[in-house]
């Protein structure tokens, strides 16, 4: 497993190696370096990447608590530079990845910041442009692969279950933590190809010690790249 080369979706590359083992990773809640720029790279195309739709960044703030729909947090993070009159500022639309390199660029196992933007702020013409965040808590990821799809790396994080699968149904991702049974049931579901059964799956084992995840099954298309 290679995740060096930052432009391969690992989706697609999870497709091609069953002897798969990939890293945990981490998130921690923490107050915004003073100036931040967009991550390059880090929005998917939805006509070239599957599974563009499914969980998303912005629930994955949501879930540590960022964002939540009514609070006063609820907004677009970027104080500057201002939004044109007329644009989605101040609303909170996407998860925005950030970083402190102006370059935009999140080195391999380097950490980087995920926080509310609106799209106008969101968009790639604010690349290289140094934002000015509100100073108020943020997300701080490690080990984010550029390009992920949210639900991987929601997945990658640390869970006391022992097994855990990422999932593609009507094109969209998402991954869930599994016990043993639950895990057992998912299998024998898939097996009779019965009605609820998951179009298209990678099934993993954690290990206990360092929480990397060892890919053990995977149904569907060979492929990902032919959805
Ligand atoms: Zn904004």
Redesign the pocket.
């Known amino acids: 497993m290679d995740f060096s080369n930052q432009s391969i979706n690992p989706a697609i590359v999870l497709s091609e190696n069953k002897s798969v083992k990939i890293e945990s990773t981490f998130a921690t809640v923490v107050y915004p370096p003073s100036t931040l720029y967009n991550v390059q790279g880090s929005t998917y195309d939805p006509k070239h990447i599957p599974g563009a739709s499914g969980y998303s960044w912005k629930q994955l703030l949501i879930y540590y608590g960022i964002g939540v729909p009514g609070n006063a947090d609820d907004c677009?993070?970027?104080i500057s530079p201002p939004?044109p009159g007329g644009?989605?500022?101040?609303?909170f639309l996407v998860g925005g990845h950030m970083t402190t390199s102006s370059n935009g660029v999140v080195p391999v196992g380097g950490i980087c910041y995920l926080m509310p933007?609106?799209k106008?702020?969101?968009s790639t013409n604010r690349d290289g442009i140094p934002f000015t965040p509100l100073h108020k808590p943020i997300l701080e990821l490690y080990g984010y692969m550029q390009a992920e799809p949210a639900a991987l790396f929601k997945m990658r994080l640390p869970s006391e279950e022992r097994f855990a699968v990422i999932r593609i149904k009507d094109g969209s991702w998402i991954s869930e933590n599994l016990s043993e049974n639950s895990m057992n049931l998912f299998e024998a579901r898939s097996k009779n190809k019965a009605a609820d059964a998951d179009d298209h799956y990678f099934l993993f084992e954690r290990d206990k010690e360092d929480n990397s995840l060892t890919l053990v099954n995977q149904g569907g298309v060979k492929d990902l790249s032919e959805l």
């Open positions: 677009c993070f970027a939004a644009s989605t500022h101040p609303q933007l609106c106008w702020h969101n």
